[in-house]
């Protein structure tokens, strides 16, 4: 087996990326927004689209934004915590949210 060179920067992501992320009470309810959005979402594809191919990949491309989506929460959690506009007592931030 050859040994390469490692990526610390990447390292470091594969290491958060591959850890669980229990997302906290305050974050739930967005992760909870966004799989009714999708859901929604997927009623309206199933009822427009003609069963076949293409329906059946726009359904799992949904699911699979609403995962990398609800990933993306729960990972950078500890860095949203302290978004400024967290802080001030906000629920979620206004989107789109710049990262600071």
Known sequence: MSTWHTDVQLTKRIDNDFTYHK???SIIKDLGDLRGK????AHL????VPSGR???SALTRLEEAIFHANAGIARQYPERAQHP???EGLTKPQ???NKV
């Open 38 to 41: 999708a859901k929604e979402l």
């Open 23 to 25: 997302p906290p009470l």
């Open 95 to 97: 989107y789109p949210v």
């Open 85 to 87: 506009l967290l802080s």
């Open 45 to 48: 594809i199933n009822t427009l």
């Open 54 to 56: 293409e329906k059946e």
